[in-house]
């Protein structure tokens, strides 16, 4: 299990220390997936969708800026097929990663999604 090594209070804090983060992507997991951790992520990371989809703002905080720990020790259970109810323009693939973190004394699961593009002959 991967133990947080940065705390943030709020969406602003969240947001600055997940810019810096980004910077230092690519992130690979336990099994080998790479990832990018990409500015409009970052919105997205720290979004109120987000926030209140958690079950608690704190911990969601605390996971989003240490991602690129957890996500190196996030594993990959099984494979998903993309869901035709949302955008899969461009999609190879929809992943959904999990990792445990401890949060107040108990251990509590931590889901990323990852999404593989296509990648186009201009971006070769």
Do not use: C
């Not at 709020?10 to 336990?30: G, N």
């Not at 990409?38 to 109120?48: A, D, E, I, N, P």
């Not at 209140?52 to 594993?75: G, M, R, T, W």
Request: glycine share 4%.
């Amino acid at each position: 299990m991967a133990t947080p090594v940065r705390e943030a209070r709020d969406r602003r804090q969240a947001t600055s220390i997940l810019k810096e983060i980004a910077e230092q992507s690519p992130f690979t997991s336990k099994y080998g997936l790479t990832a990018i951790l990409r500015r409009r992520t970052v919105g997205k990371l720290v979004s109120s969708v987000a926030i209140h989809s958690s079950f608690s703002p704190d911990a969601h905080y605390l996971a989003a800026v240490n991602v690129d720990k957890f996500f190196s020790n996030a594993i990959e259970p099984w494979l998903f097929e993309l869901n035709p109810n949302k955008n899969n323009e461009g999609l190879r693939s929809r992943r959904y990663l999990f990792a445990p973190m401890e949060y107040q004394g108990r251990i509590v699961i931590i889901k990323f999604t990852v999404k593989e593009y296509h990648i186009t002959k201009a971006e070769k």
